[in-house]
């Protein structure tokens, strides 16, 4: 079965980085365009940015282009984001999130703070 292991969320200062991955699973990741979504307390999932199979292709939300940089390692079955100048409007539950027709599916999560 699919199987999606965010890490790397921590707390973190405003200006501050973090790198998070995804480990992935049950699926032929190297073929999967991949996408990372957050949901901050209180709102609906927000898209962030999204990486094509060969990682040709990349896009990101208006709010965090310039500062995130999606990438992956299909060797590694591995998703990434690195998060440079965080803001605290960065502060969500950020999820890697695969979509197969109809179907999404999402980790368990992890959980970035940004707080002074």
């Known amino acids: 079965e699919v199987q999606l292991v965010e890490s790397g969320g921590g707390l973190v200062q405003p200006g501050g980085s973090l790198r998070l991955s995804c480990l992935a699973s049950?699926?032929?990741?190297?073929?999967?365009?991949m996408s990372w979504v957050r949901q901050a307390p209180g709102k609906g999932p927000e898209w962030v940015s999204a990486i094509s199979s060969d990682a040709g292709l990349t896009t990101y939300a208006d709010s965090v282009k310039g500062r995130f940089t999606i990438s992956r390692d299909n060797a590694k079955n591995t998703l990434y984001l690195q998060m440079n100048s965080l803001k605290p409007e960065d502060t969500a539950l950020y999820y890697c999130?695969?979509?197969?027709?109809?179907?999404?599916?999402w980790g368990q999560g992890t959980q970035v703070n940004v707080s002074s």
């Open positions: 999130e695969l979509r197969q027709g109809t179907a999404k599916y």
């Open positions: 049950g699926f032929t990741f190297s073929r999967s365009g």
